[in-house]
Structures are given as structure tokens and as C-alpha cells.
């Protein structure tokens, strides 16, 4: 793709959006940007979350409930203000 840096960079924004108004997860952010005619796949989302979370814009914490684990993201104050 032409433009895939830009691309990228929507994408993070986006994720950073809904990050600063609530905690978001993997499965729902995929499905949030599959609305908007983004089509991610696990393996390009998670090192882009993770790799947010490593350059300080997300924070994660985990989330156990009965036998599954859900990791939970939301933006830092640093990410509220990219």
C-alpha cells in the first residue's frame, strides 16, 4: 500500500481516541475498526498495542474472569495529550 504510514498513524489515533474514553480490549477495537473499513488481523493489532503501551501513549491492566483473562488498554495522559 502507497500510503501505509499514514494509515498506521489513523489507526493509533483511533485507537488512542476510544482508549482516552474507556478501557478497550483486542477483539473490540478489531471489530471498531472493521466498522470503519479498517481490517486488522490479531498479529498487526496486538504489537501496535503493545508497542503503544512500550512508547507510553497506553496502559494495560489485566482482567480475570471466571476462566479467561482479558488485557484491558487505555490511554496514559501522555497519549490523551498526542
Not at 10 to 34: C, K, N, P, S, T
Not at 49 to 71: I, P
Amino acid at each position: 500500500m502507497e500510503h501505509q504510514d499514514l494509515l498506521v498513524g489513523l489507526i493509533r489515533l483511533h485507537i488512542l481516541h476510544h482508549g482516552v474514553e474507556e478501557e478497550i480490549y483486542g477483539q473490540w477495537i478489531m471489530d471498531e475498526l472493521a466498522r470503519h473499513g479498517y481490517r486488522l488481523s490479531a498479529g498487526t493489532l496486538y504489537p501496535m498495542l503493545h508497542a503503544m503501551e512500550r512508547k507510553g501513549f497506553l496502559r494495560s491492566r489485566e482482567k480475570r474472569s471466571d476462566r479467561s483473562v482479558r488485557r484491558l488498554y487505555r490511554a496514559t495522559p501522555k497519549g490523551v495529550k498526542a
